[in-house]
């Protein structure tokens, strides 16, 4: 991927949502394949983190000939690290449900929910308010489609998709096999688009303005801007809109408190990234980085000087271990055998070659865990690992 | 017949008595009872015409759908990353000597259980902390101290209900 030497704030997912009702009508009266060419040559891709062509999903979703589909905003926002989804609920609620809505159209789903994740149940009263008001609108225009808010109960795991259909039939959050996809077999064994809460913003933008103005933004394979949730030891925490592309040294620049030592991209399930990288970092998809089926996108962490790399990793693998879904043995044992081995290392249990053995171990998380939880353990412990070595062992 | 029976009829009329209902179900009952007791689950087996060993397994799976009995008010600090970065351990040092418990306990008059809990998604407030369904953040144990407090007083003036 190309890198943009130059950090570039943008201002569209937040700028107002005044004009839903026309962006809404103007789009209805558009034919889902004219919808489906404008999404594909915006190349938006998911903002949850997976990075999955959002026109594409719809496509195939649309291609399905089923009388009852579904269209599923995923709220459930649990990546330490990330909290731009929640902002956007209170902030912009219109657009997510317009994104949903024109969703609907195209693919021909009459239903849609959004799974709100149980740490956000403060946002429901004023979001049960602003679909009330959205229903009231689609009703006037003769258009069917309703929404409903289905609340989580606090398990990090229903962020994946697949999981989150089950814990909407009722059922524990366990992941399914992949095939069959969702555009195939979601929720309620029905062909679902499941988008992230900033992919529908970013759709409302699209629609609004035409592919080519998001387009525009960002860097080859990298299109458009995207939220970053800014956290850690930085003198401005918040969330940022940013063109994608930017090299992780302009970042750190700008964010940074003059002593980073090293950035969490991604959250627990991302990568450690030390500071003799962030000049070869950039942030976008295709890069090495963000984008390799990461649960969520966004988050970026940072950390100083002052912090131990071992308690970060230590904190992260407890994260993990709770949240496993338990199914799958390698995610299941491989999470508490890499807490118990990096507490067994630093005590002087065990040599330091046992590191490299959990290393191994992670290995094989990658290629025998069901789903990216259990995979994407690997990523943060060999990034960890292998450039914080010393701080695992002393 | 008990009021918690009740309340579980009155959720199933509410939201429908399928499979893909239980989740909802289980929350309502959690949010009036706090926990879900055995006698609850099954209850509401009985209701959706469920095994109860399946209600058991999906309640159990989620972290805020308690099965032991817990306070009027469900104290959740975070301890991910950043929260923990930012000073988790002094505020739940704060409110372990405020209440007297520790993580994991409730309070002996039943007013407030002390929990922990994974990323809350206010890393750039952190720390931050439940109650119930209201988020404090930024917290210092000095603001934890008013926070518990006006618990308290709300308890003493008969408990109003809110969340």
């Known amino acids: 991927m190309t890198i943009s030497y130059q950090l570039k704030r943008a ?159 009722g059922k524990r959050g366990e992941p399914r096999n992949k095939p069959p996809y969702p555009s195939n077999y979601g929720y309620m064994g029905k062909p679902t688009v499941i988008n992230n809460v900033e992919t529908l913003a970013h759709t409302y933008t699209i629609f609004k303005y035409g592919a080519k103005r998001f387009y525009d933004l960002g860097v080859q394979y990298s299109r458009g801007s995207k939220l970053f949730s800014v956290s850690g030891d930085t003198p401005k925490p918040g969330i940022y809109e940013l063109e994608l592309g930017m090299s992780l040294a302009d970042f750190v620049d700008e964010f940074g408190d003059g002593d980073t030592k090293a950035v969490q991209v991604g959250g627990a399930s991302g990568f450690l990234v030390p500071r003799k990288r962030f000049n070869e970092t950039a942030i976008g998809f295709q890069g090495k980085l963000v984008g390799i089926s990461l649960p969520t ?27 496993s879904c338990g199914q799958c043995t390698p995610c299941r044992v491989g999470c508490q055998q890499l807490l118990k081995g990096i507490k067994a290392v630093k005590r002087g249990e065990k040599n330091t070659r046992y590191l490299d053995k959990l290393l191994r171990l992670t290995e094989t998380m990658k290629l025998t865990a069901k789903c990216g939880l259990g995979q994407s353990v690997a990523n943060s412990f060999s990034s960890i690992v292998e450039n914080f070595r010393e701080e695992m062992i002393y | 017949m008990y009021p918690v029976s009740e309340l579980i009829k009155n959720l199933a009329d509410q939201h429908g008595r399928n499979r893909h209902n239980l989740l909802p179900i289980l929350q309502g009952v959690v949010e009036q009872e706090k926990y879900l007791s055995e006698y609850s689950m099954i209850e509401i087996a009985r209701e959706l015409d469920l095994p ?106 008969g408990g109003s209900h809110d969340n």
């Not at chain 2, 000597?97 to 002996?108: R, S, Y």
């Open chain 1, 11 to 169: 201002d569209f997912i937040f700028k107002n949502q005044n004009d839903w009702e026309e962006v809404l009508s103007k789009s209805l009266k558009r034919t889902p394949q004219d919808l489906i060419n404008e999404l594909i040559s915006s190349e938006l891709k998911g903002r949850g983190g997976a990075g999955f062509p959002t026109g594409l999903k719809w496509k195939l979703t649309s291609e399905i000939s089923e009388s009852t589909k579904y269209v599923i905003c995923n709220a459930d926002e649990g990546e330490p690290g990330t909290f731009k989804d929640r902002e956007i609920l209170s902030m912009v609620p219109f657009k997510v449900l317009t994104g949903m809505a024109v969703c609907g159209h195209v693919i021909g789903a009459k239903e849609g929910y959004i799974y709100l994740r149980g740490e956000y149940f403060f946002l429901l009263p004023e979001l049960n308010k602003v679909i009330r008001e959205f229903d009231y609108y689609c009703k006037e225009i003769n258009f069917d489609f309703t929404i409903r808010v289905f609340m989580g109960s606090g398990a990090y795991i229903c962020g994946e998709e697949t999981a989150l259909f089950e814990s909407m039939e």
């Open chain 2, 52 to 157: 109860a060993s399946e209600v058991f397994g999906t309640a159990t799976f989620y972290s805020f759908l308690e099965y032991k009995k817990m306070g009027k008010y469900i104290i959740r600090v975070c301890k991910t990353i950043t929260c923990s970065m930012k000073g988790k351990n002094q505020i739940l040092l704060a409110i372990e000597d405020m209440l007297k418990i520790d993580v994991g306990e409730t309070t002996p008059d039943g007013v407030f259980s002390l929990l922990q809990t994974n990323c809350l998604g206010f890393c750039h407030k952190a720390p931050a902390m439940l109650v119930n369904n209201e988020v404090y953040t930024d917290l210092t144990p000095e603001k934890v101290h008013d926070i518990l407090n006006s618990y308290l007083k709300k308890q003493k003036e």
């Open chain 1, 297 to 323: 996108g966004g988050s970026m962490m940072l950390f100083n000087s002052s912090r131990s790399m071992f308690n970060v990793l230590d904190n992260y693998l407890e994260f993990f271990r709770e949240e």
